[in-house]
């Protein structure tokens, strides 16, 4: 496929071979140079005739100044460099530039890159970029004296252009001097001939001229309705230098903001005679601002003085479109370049300054689920202190009836009264002397308004700018709409991060401070709440707590009766929606409304929103900073209104965790002391039993001394000491001597057994109470025993609890072997285990008494193994079904009447505390049962 390029360029060829057609295009320029008014004109038209003989991608015509050295490009288009097409440029030409050399030789050239390149070696110095590779130039003369240059160039073929091309466009250059010389003679000229006089009274355009003082001269009546002004009001002011700034061109008609832009041109211009064109804004006679363009020209008269002639053209309506075009660029691309609602109504509050007034301006946007106008946006200096309408569907003010009825308003200050008095109601607010209000829709669907007005100039605004608002209003609704879709989904991402935190929070807080300084650190990352407080409401006690505050000013703790008070935030308690006061007149009014004076400190911006869960308030969570009014977003009121369900759920839960732990704690300290109690009943069911062997020994003892025995040998005593003179008489002859000798010699047995008696009472007296100061002495080692854990061997606690229930085992008649391998040292809290350990044998006990065996059993071991140490309490009672394994650690559950379920539970718990773990076994009913024990062994 051929380029199309390349026929182009085949067809140029093809047509400048005709000498016919060359001498047309030629006949054309001339004639084009004859009747042009205006250069630009005659440039665009010389380089369209030319394209149609020779590739003309990259040509221009340079005008050079001889008296300051510079050469203005005034026609240029070159694929090489930027710049608008005919877009000209001005600047004194460096020795590699092409043109100075065409300029300084005075003849027509044909210059290739080699050639160029060469010619800059030779002469050291560097050639203009970019270099082309082939350049052809033509002088401009007037009287032989060159004034500027005519080139193509081609920046990839060498061959583009040969000597025919540069003739012709010699021959073109001679037009372009003769147009330059005839309309540069013209425009000193026609300003003061009388035959264009009734032409410079009729065009549209301002022309004006300004003597060798500066002082304007001359001025069409074209520049009234342009700006304000007739021509005698300006003639006589001083288009540039005076002493006397106020009768300044700039002082009286230029706007302040383009007074030095346009000052320091005209310095330029006059330094470097050259023409100058420039727009600006004007400040109208009646104050409103106008869109100019200018273009002048300053010449030297006969005594080298120097004078202005220009024209001045008014491009308001072109600015305005401009402008407008350029307000819904700006607000359109402020959807993706603002951070949040709040920059991008600030955005589109800048994009219309542009085109409109809006010094004070609002944007309102309207809940139709709520029926409610919100004022977002507000820079009104005298009425801002309405934050939101109600009911707006049966709304009287201005905005509402904008948003209701879709239409646009304009009404001066007795208009206002009399449309809002026919509706039956009054002005909210300030009433002002212009009020122009435009709706924002999206789809044909109101989404709010858009209001500006004045408050001195009853002719601020006209159709005019009612025209201009509403054609910018679906964009303003539209980039509103978008952002506000990007904000919810902003919202609702840092909504569940919030939410996340929270919900951590409730885990991993101790107590109701630290979950709420969790809640306040998750919220910081999104809002700025350097001052927060969490307020919690009794309301039987009709008290206001502040349980956790942080805030730069020291405030009470509580407010007590605060339903009496005019506290703020029991204000939001009251009405259960949230509070946002932008000011502190704003807090001073809801206060007096409330009936009472300010508590605290006022803040320039202050928050407050409901704490709920299931309808009831808990609450409310209050932030307010004190530098900066109206200083929370939409979306910081949104998203902290959003998470406060969530708070208050967290606080509520944190309250009942916080009360069931002190519920938790307390029933453990009575589990505690009933497993103490425990232990004392048994400790003194023990000691009374062995206190009953004892009593029963001491009766043994005290009888057996008491036996006639001891009477009867007193009465053989007495018998012998009367027969103590004839003793062997009477042992060998009297019968009752005899008897004596028999009874005493049967003494001996007597004594032998009734020594025997008392000894072996004496022997268990001894024993009991031995073992009633051993029991004794266990339970008081436990019952003072520290929580902390020791480093102990597990069968010395094994004994101490056996020692405890040995007497209640024997009175069941349990038979009770022990089995204790050496083990390593565990670590344990005595008090715990002693618990643990008495309350597994107490249910082994029940359970062997339940199934009323002969052979009751219990069995203690001690063992280990890499796992750790075991102790493992077995019976052979009535066992455990495998359905209750699981259960049986359970709180409350009890197969036992009157039980509650706690004991084993407490044991489990007890284990888990001291790193170790407990469980049952059992191959079901009759078969008996072992609990076990496992305790991490110490690791040195």
């Known amino acids: 496929m051929k380029n199309k390029s390349d026929e182009n360029i085949k067809s140029a060829k093809t047509d400048r071979s005709s000498t016919e057609n060359m001498d047309k295009i030629l006949f054309k320029i001339s004639n084009a140079a004859d009747t042009a008014l205006d250069l630009n004109e005659l440039y665009q038209k010389i380089h369209r005739l030319l394209s149609t003989l020779f590739d ?38 460096s020795k590699g530039s092409l043109t100075r050399i065409a300029i300084e030789s005075g003849e027509p050239q044909i210059i290739r890159k080699e050639e160029l390149l060469k010619y800059c070696h030779d002469n050291n110095f ?100 342009i700006t304000g002004y007739r021509p005698g009001e300006l003639s006589g002011i001083f288009r540039w230098y005076s002493k006397a700034k106020e009768k300044m061109w700039s002082t009286v008609l230029v706007h302040p903001d383009d007074r030095a832009r346009v000052e320091e041109l005209i310095k330029n211009s006059i330094e470097h005679m050259m023409p100058f064109e420039i727009e600006y804004r004007i400040i109208k006679k009646d104050g409103k601002t106008n869109w100019i363009s200018e273009k002048g020209r300053f010449s030297k008269g006969n005594q080298g003085d120097i004078r202005l002639n220009g024209i001045i053209t008014d491009i308001q309506e072109k600015k305005q479109a401009e402008q407008i075009n350029k307000a819904l660029f700006s607000i359109s691309n402020a959807v993706n370049t603002t951070f949040d609602l709040n920059e991008l109504y600030k955005k589109i509050h800048e ?101 500006t007005q004045s408050y001195t100039d009853s002719s601020q605004y006209g159709e005019k700018e009612a025209a201009i608002l509403g054609a910018v209003s679906d964009q303003v609704a539209i980039a509103i709409e978008r952002k506000q879709y990007v904000e919810q989904l902003k919202i609702r991402e840092t909504l569940i991060t919030a939410l996340y935190n929270i919900s951590n929070a409730i885990l991993t807080a101790s107590n109701i401070e630290q979950l709420c300084e969790s809640i306040h650190e998750s919220l910081k990352k999104v809002i700025a709440l350097d001052n927060f407080s969490l307020a919690l409401y009794d309301q039987q006690a009709d008290l206001l707590s502040f349980p956790y505050r942080r805030d730069e000013h020291e405030l009470a703790d509580k407010i007590e009766n605060a339903s009496q008070t005019s506290s703020l935030t029991f204000e939001v308690i009251r009405r259960g929606r949230a509070i946002y006061l932008r000011d502190e007149q704003e807090q001073l009014e809801l206060v007096k409304r409330l009936g009472g004076k300010s508590i605290g400190f006022l803040s320039k911006s202050w928050f407050g929103v409901p704490l709920k869960s299931k309808n009831n308030i808990l609450g409310a969570i209050i932030t307010q900073n004190y530098a900066t009014q109206n200083f929370y977003k939409k979306s910081d009121i949104d998203l902290l209104t959003s998470v406060s369900e969530q708070i208050a759920f967290a606080i509520e839960h944190k309250i009942g965790e916080t009360e069931l732990a002190a519920a938790q704690k307390q029933l453990i300290e009575k589990a505690h002391q009933a497993g103490m109690a425990d232990i004392a009943t048994g400790t003194l069911h023990n000691v009374g039993n062995l206190l009953n062997s004892v009593n029963t020994s001491a009766f043994v003892i005290s009888d057996t001394l008491r036996k006639p025995f001891v009477d009867k040998y007193q009465q053989a005593n007495n018998v012998l000491r009367q027969q103590m003179d004839n003793v062997e008489e009477f ?42 100061s051993d029991v004794m002495a266990a339970q008081q080692a436990y019952a003072g025993s520290s929580i902390l854990s020791e480093d102990h061997p597990l069968s010395e606690i094994v004994e101490d609890a056996l020692i405890m229930m040995d007497e209640m085992l024997e009175s069941h008649a349990i038979t009770v072997t022990t089995d204790y391998k050496k083990t390593p040292i565990i670590r344990l809290q005595k008090t715990k285990l002693i618990h643990i350990v008495i309350d597994l044998i107490k249910n082994a006990k029940d359970s062997l008494v339940e199934k009323n065996k002969t052979n009751k059993r219990l069995n203690l071991t001690i063992d280990s193994n890499q796992s750790g140490v075991f102790l493992v309490i077995s019976d052979n009672g009535i066992g455990i079904p495998q359905k209750d394994l699981k259960k049986i650690f359970s709180h409350g559950f009890t197969t036992k009447e009157g039980g509650y379920g706690f004991g084993l539970h407490s044991c489990a718990n007890h284990m888990t505390e001291m790193g170790g773990k407990m469980w049952a076994e059992s191959d079901g009913p009759g078969t008996g049962a072992a609990f076990v024990l496992e305790f991490p062994a110490l690791k040195f």
């Open 731 to 772: 042992i060998s002859s009297d019968p009752k001597g005899r008897k004596l000798l028999e009874y005493y010699l049967i003494l001996e047995d007597d004594f032998v057994e009734e020594r025997q008696i008392i000894l072996h009472h004496l022997d268990r007296l001894n024993r009991k109470i031995k073992n009633i």
């Open 126 to 225: 560097e050639p203009i970029r970019p270099v082309s590779e082939i350049w052809v130039g033509v002088p401009i003369k007037i009287k032989n004296r060159v004034i500027g240059v005519m080139a193509v160039q081609s920046y990839t073929d060498p061959n583009r252009f040969n000597e025919k091309d540069m003739e012709f466009l010699n021959s073109v250059s001679v037009q372009v001097a003769k147009a330059i010389k005839r309309i540069k003679s013209l425009e000193q000229s026609w300003m003061y001939d009388n035959r264009h006089q009734n032409i410079l009274d009729n065009i549209k355009d301002a022309i004006y001229s300004a003597d060798y003082l500066g002082i304007i001269s001359y001025v069409s009546p074209a520049i009234e309705p």
């Open 56 to 93: 003309t991608t990259n040509f221009y015509i340079a005008l050079h100044n001889a008296n300051y050295g510079t050469t203005r490009f005034v026609y240029f288009v070159d694929e090489k460099m930027p710049g608008t097409p005919g877009q000209g440029f001005a600047f004194h030409l």
């Open 351 to 451: 994009s219309l300054g542009y085109v409109i007034n809006v010094e004070n301006f609002y944007i309102a946007l309207y809940d139709k689920n709520k029926d409610t106008i919100s004022f977002t946006f507000d820079t009104d200096k005298f009425d801002g202190h309405i934050v939101e309408v109600i009911e707006a569907s049966k709304s009287t003010s201005l905005t509402a009836q904008v948003i209701r009825t879709g239409r646009p308003l304009l009404l001066t200050k007795e208009e206002q009264f009399q449309q809002v008095r026919s509706l039956g109601g009054e002005i909210l607010g300030i009433p002002s002397e212009l009020w122009l209000g435009v709706p924002l829709k999206v789809k044909n669907e109101v989404i709010g308004a858009m209001v």
